[in-house]
């Protein structure tokens, strides 16, 4: 079981709705929390709640996707919280549209938040965790990172690569002797955090409440668990992707997966 109490974490995106919810719960284990997120003004906020239930915590406004500021912020922060112990990559968004709709900033963008931004962090951080041989790294990843989805394909893009970038990680890390540092990789179908407007999840993919979602993750960067996947549908996307190409199609239809990103059925007159 890893120690977390009196250690730091940082997590990117932390004033969004999975990004607080695991502050919340990294905070009621007893350690520190630094908070990096685009709207400074709402990571600062985040942070002064944190403080009001007893959490040593600190919100900066930082885009993680310049490495500059990546590279400068993480010396700053350890100069203020101590060694970065737990690096939580959670920064995400999602352009809506189909792929052919989309423009060149939106998928530069998407590139550089979902996938970019989670190597910045991870060469400003992993260094020191070799160095003690502690640590951990959470990469929020997705479900759409193991299965293909219409309406999010360069985001769905971009969770693949993570999930790619992670487990390559990992054993670069392994190969090297830093076996005291941990990888938890998080892939969730959809979040009731307000990322997906206008969204009907699949049949027995239920919304997931970051809080319950957030707790889940903490319990396995405490065992050290590679892979987190909720809910349990989740599990069975190797299985669909071993079945013929007709079956699994079929059952992307029945299950609605294919059309999840079109909003509710219109209402019958
Ligand atoms: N909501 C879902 O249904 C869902 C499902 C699976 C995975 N995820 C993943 O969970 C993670 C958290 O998403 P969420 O649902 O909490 O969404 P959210 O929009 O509530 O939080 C994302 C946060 O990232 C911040 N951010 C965006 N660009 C940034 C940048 N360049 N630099 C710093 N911060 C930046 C935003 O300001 C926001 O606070 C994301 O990686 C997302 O892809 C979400």
Request: glycine share 12%; proline share 7%.
């Amino acid at each position: 079981m890893l120690e977390l109490k009196g250690k730091t974490a940082l997590i990117t995106g932390g004033a969004g709705g999975l990004g607080f919810a695991t502050a919340l719960a990294l905070g009621r284990e007893g350690m520190k929390v630094a908070l990096w997120d685009l709207n400074g003004k709402r990571a600062e906020e985040r942070a002064a709640a944190l403080r009001a239930g007893g959490v040593t915590a600190k919100g900066w406004g930082l885009d993680v996707t310049d490495p500059t500021a990546v590279r400068e912020g993480a010396i700053q922060v350890e100069r203020e919280l101590g060694p970065v112990d737990l690096l939580d990559n959670n920064a995400g968004i999602h352009a809506p549209g189909d792929f052919l709709a989309s423009t060149d900033e939106e998928i530069k963008r998407q590139v550089d938040v979902n996938l970019n931004s989670y190597m910045w962090c991870a060469k400003a951080f992993v260094p020191g965790m070799i160095a003690r041989n502690s640590g951990h790294v959470i990469m929020i990843a997705s479900a759409a990172g193991l299965l293909g989805v219409p309406g999010m394909t360069v985001y769905s893009a971009t969770k693949h690569a993570v999930i790619g970038f992670a487990e390559s990680l990992r054993m670069e890390l392994r190969r090297g002797g830093a076996a005291g540092v941990g990888m938890t990789i998080v892939c969730p179908s959809f979040i009731d955090t307000g990322m997906f407007p206008n969204t009907t999840p699949p049949l027995f993919t239920p919304w997931l409440k970051p809080e319950a979602l957030a707790e889940k993750i903490v319990a396995a960067v405490r065992s050290n668990r590679l892979y987190v996947r909720e809910p349990a549908m989740v599990k069975l996307i190797p299985l669909v992707k071993a079945l013929p190409r007709a079956v699994g199609d079929a059952l992307c239809s029945l299950t609605g997966m294919d059309r999840s990103l079109q909003g509710p059925p219109p209402k019958k007159p």
